[in-house]
């Protein structure tokens, strides 16, 4: 028991002494033991004695002859005995056996040794002589006898066996000393679970333990990693002098937080901080250091993002910055003529009719500016957003640019240079692409060489651009054609260092340039934008101080199917535009109904559609104009789309379910996209927006009642074809160029597909039939041609259900439509500034509506006010804003988000309507601040709202 208490050297001596002595014990059971050169010895000195006693007997009895034959027999019989002789004392040799003369002759020494040996005779006492003899010598005289000795045989087995008995002893006392080993498995178990790395090391900075996540990163076992030096890992200490574990060591100190990184071969750097602590022996002294290590190799790379990020971020926000910077200028440049020449008319300082269409010229370009600046942020934002949607109609190229030199040519009159445009070779007559997106990319590309051309001019260059011979890997754009577009000026140039960034939004090639012309830095950008949406790529070569060339490539397809026209030799794109007549044409007598729940919504539609000599039916909401309809006949429904009681969604749902086919034109005062598609899903074949306008809601009922015949009598072909000839025409203002690109794209897409779906009815292709019916529903409404819905719908349900009867007769209708569309008229008129306006204006007396004070001037509804019956309705919705502006303030202090929502968007439908545009913006941002529950927000508008209404005036009519 005491033996397992001994410490572990003297534990481990004792152990080597046992197997020490195993070993000579089983050399001695070998008789490896170097004993038999004594034992020799020991018989040869018998020998002698047996002689020397056999000797002097003899002699004694004189009986020489006997001595002889004794000797004689002992040299025979002993082969150890090489030679005898017998020599008297005074030195003669009396007898010889063997060759004794040659071999006693090699004695080295007067006495005996081990090979020659004297043995003494005495006859008596007296000396007689003495008997020589000569031995073989004990070990031979050669070299590879030597290694033969006893002595070096033994100590070679000794150490042959122990070494390999010790490295067995010892292999298994290491085991039960390994560090590792005496670590229970438990805590092994959570060693290896941590994701620290974890190393123990002994005083030479060798691994005595590693646990799994430090093995993981070395990518091997970790006892692999037992007995190696850790300072031979594969360390980049970057700063420090020397390894942490090191500085404990040396220093007995804690080492927390040095960076470390350690770089394995195939394998990304890993970032580490490690700490290292001495471990302390039961003496008190360090026997070793333990070693942690944390990975945040991760959490570097992150810090290493957020600084690029952070300095990618100061790079934008000072671009930005500089952007907004020109924004403001850009702005408050027009916003300072527009507010200027309003306040001169305003305060009647104009002079002359001349001056005031002087005013207002300038009023209206202003706006266009600003309208440009506010399209080109919404155009960047879609583009940057990914929702960029082009519309891919047929379109004349040659009108494109025709259109944006006639757009532009007053710009380049007023700086005296020139704008011309020319082909260079034959165009495409049509192409299917976005007539509008191309037309804005052209229009940016010459708006800006212009702008920075201050003599000679600006040359746009239309062609056709096809690969001479494309590559076996671009199959794909080998039948590509491209309409190539240059715009040549002769401006100022852009240096080699700006042309890498001059398609780069937010900036511009120098600032000076920019203090200089003006400008945001957008149209490039989005010009680039848009070329690539269209399958092609904007280049630009230029030199400084010449001129610079932008080339615009748009993928207009095959060559082949192209029709290609020179066009100063067509007539059709040569013939201009006829004016029109400003004439407002009264609409033919019918019934319309109006649901509308605004009182003054209702008189003023009342009151228009009156003078336009309607029959008018009007309801306060949708279950009241369900019942109308259901009773009455009417040509149209007009539908307000948010009605309490019941709303125009479900109103014209259920009206649709029980069959009624009239139009139903849909009004709102949400004029976004998704909000037209619900109205049409809910089955309305129309779409007005609010504020209404005048112009628009009587060409919009032209339309549809020029496409009806009365409600008294069944559509059929008959009644088409006596129908009155009214021109049908786009409701939107075709004085807007994308507009007017939407409308003709649309007239001449369907100018294209109609006469395939003749054939496809003359051949019962229903399915085509229906596949093209669906198309002309879905794009009529967009394209400002609400008045094809209806027919179009008819057409794709009686297709779906293979009526060649009713596919016939819509068929004829939609033909009969189409026909009477008259875009020429509509797009030479000039646009309507308001068709009650009167220039005139009366002495005002300010009617504040709030106490609070008037913020920047009086506010006057833009209707006819000397009209007593508009003057009604004005004055009407005065006493009701008041009204409804209390019920805001009651319902903002009583949180009733939804009925403050409700209200707003009542005053948003009614107020434009009415004339008071002012009210639009802050109304539908409370309506959508109310949405949102923001209170803030909400208290901004009522603010702003009560302060439109404190600035209302009522003009005093002739008489009071």
């Not at 005496?182 to 030479?204: I, M, Y």
Request: hydrophobic fraction near 40%.
């Amino acid at each position: 028991m005491h033996l397992f208490k001994l410490n572990v050297k003297t534990r481990i001596s004792l152990g080597l002494i046992c197997v020490l002595l195993s070993v000579l014990s089983l050399a001695m059971f070998l008789g490896l033991v170097p004993a038999e050169e004594s034992a020799i010895r020991a018989g040869r000195a018998n020998l002698c004695e047996v002689i020397a006693l056999t000797s002097s007997d003899l002699i004694s009895h004189r009986e020489t002859r006997r001595l002889e034959r004794f000797l004689e027999s002992v040299v025979e019989r002993n082969p150890a005995v090489i030679s005898a002789g017998i020599r008297r004392t005074n030195g003669a040799l009396v007898s010889v056996f063997g060759d004794h003369k040659q071999a006693w002759s090699k004695r080295s020494s007067q006495h005996s040794t081990g090979t020659h040996v004297q043995v003494p005779i005495r006859s008596g006492t007296n000396r007689w002589g003495v008997v020589e003899l000569c031995f073989a010598p004990l070990r031979p005289s050669h070299w590879s006898a030597k290694l033969m000795d006893p002595w070096i045989v033994m100590t070679a087995f000794v150490c042959l066996v122990s070494f390999v008995l010790f490295q067995l002893y010892l292999k298994k006392m290491l085991a039960h000393l390994d560090p590792s080993k005496t670590v229970p498995k438990r805590v092994r178990s959570a060693l290896d679970s941590l994701a620290e790395g974890l190393l123990v090391l002994d005083r030479q900075g060798r691994i005595v333990l590693a646990n799994q996540s430090f093995s993981d990163w070395i990518g091997c076992d970790p006892d692999r990693l037992l007995g190696r030096k850790a300072d031979r890992l594969d360390w980049k200490l970057d700063s420090l002098h020397q390894a942490p574990w090191q500085t404990a060591l040396s220093d007995d100190v804690v080492i927390a937080g040095a960076m470390i990184e350690l770089c394995l071969p195939n394998h990304p750097p890993r970032m580490l901080i490690a700490n290292a602590s001495p471990v302390l022996g039961h003496d008190g002294k360090s026997r070793g250091v333990l070693v942690s290590f944390d990975d945040v190799t991760q959490l570097e790379e992150t810090k290493r993002d957020l600084t690029i990020a952070k300095r990618v971020a100061d790079d934008a926000n000072q671009a930005k910055s500089e952007f907004l910077a020109r924004m403001s200028h850009e702005i408050r440049t027009p916003m300072n003529a527009i507010l200027g020449y309003t306040d001169v008319l305003r305060r009647g300082f104009d002079t002359s009719i001349q001056d005031r269409q002087e005013y207002l010229d300038t009023i209206h370009g202003s706006g266009e500016h600003l309208l440009a600046l506010i399209n080109d942020i919404l155009d960047l934002s879609k583009v940057e957003s990914g929702q960029m949607e082009l519309s891919i109609e047929p379109c004349s190229p040659y009108k494109i640019i025709k259109d944006v030199v006639n757009l532009l040519r007053p710009r380049a009159d007023e700086k005296a240079i020139s704008l011309a445009f020319r082909n260079q070779g034959l165009l495409p007559k049509l192409i299917l692409g976005d007539a509008m997106r191309l037309r804005q990319a052209v229009m940016n590309l010459a708006g800006n060489a212009i702008k920075f051309t201050e003599h000679g001019g600006v040359e746009i260059v239309a062609r056709i651009d096809q690969p001479r011979a494309p590559s076996n890997s671009d199959l794909a754009a080998a039948d590509q054609t491209f309409l190539a577009i240059d715009v040549i000026d002769t401006g100022i140039g852009i240096s080699p260092d700006a042309l890498a960034k001059v398609f780069d939004p937010f900036t511009q090639a120098d600032t000076s340039i920019t203090r200089r012309f003006g400008g945001t830095g957008l149209g490039l950008a989005i010009s680039k934008q848009l070329a690539e949406a269209m399958g092609g790529r904007i280049t630009v070569s230029s030199t400084p101080g010449k001129g610079t060339t932008f080339t615009i490539h748009v993928a207009i397809g095959p060559l082949n199917a192209l029709e290609l026209i020179d066009p100063i030799d067509d007539p059709e794109l040569q013939t201009e535009s006829q004016s029109p007549t400003t004439k407002v044409q009264q609409l033919p007598a019918c019934r319309i109904l109006v649901a509308e729940d605004g009182s003054p919504n209702r008189k003023l539609l009342r009151l228009i559609l009156g003078q336009a000599g309607v029959n008018v039916t009007t309801v306060e909401n949708g279950q009241l104009a369900v019942a109308a309809a259901t009773k009455e006949p009417f040509d149209i429904v007009l539908m307000d789309m948010h009605m309490p009681v019941m709303d125009g969604y479900t109103a014209t749902a259920k009206l649709r379910e029980s069959g009624y086919t009239q139009p139903i034109i849909a009004l709102t005062a949400n004029a976004m996209q998704g909000d037209q598609e619900k109205c049409f899903a809910a089955g309305c074949s129309g779409f007005l927006t609010k504020p209404i306008k005048i112009d628009t809601l009587l060409a919009k009922l032209a339309e549809v009642l020029g496409s009806l015949p009365p409600t008294s009598n069944p559509v059929d072909a008959a009644s088409i074809d006596t129908h009155p000839q009214l021109p049908v025409r786009c409701s939107h203002p075709l004085e807007d160029i994308e507009f007017l690109e939407i409308a003709d794209g649309f007239v001449q897409a369907l100018g294209l597909r109609f006469p395939a779906m003749e054939r496809a009815l003359q051949a019962e292709q229903f399915e085509s039939l229906a596949n093209d019916a669906h198309w002309l529903k879905g794009t009529c409404g967009n394209a400002g041609f609400d008045v094809f819905f209806q027919p179009a719908a008819d057409l794709q349900r009686f297709s779906l259900e293979h009526q060649i009867s009713g596919c016939q007769l819509q068929m004829k209708q939609i033909k009969h439509i189409a026909s009477r569309i008259d875009l020429a008229s509509q797009i030479a008129a000039s646009p309507a500034k308001d068709l009650f306006q009167d220039s005139s204006r009366s002495e005002q007396t300010a009617t504040p509506i709030d106490s609070a004070a008037q913020a920047s001037g009086p506010i006057e509804s833009t209707l006819p006010m000397e009209d007593p019956e508009f003057r009604e309705i004005v004055l009407h919705f005065l006493e009701r804003l008041e009204i409804k502006l209390r019920e805001m303030h009651q319902a903002f202090d009583n949180q009733d988000w939804t009925e403050l929502g409700l209200l707003a968007h009542w005053l948003r439908g009614t107020s434009g309507s009415l004339g008071f545009d002012q009210f639009v913006a802050p109304t539908h941002s409370l309506e959508r601040s109310a949405e949102q529950q923001d209170e803030s927000a909400m208290r901004r508008d009522l603010h702003a709202i009560v302060a439109i209404a404190s600035r209302i005036v009522v003009p005093v009519a002739e008489g009071e």
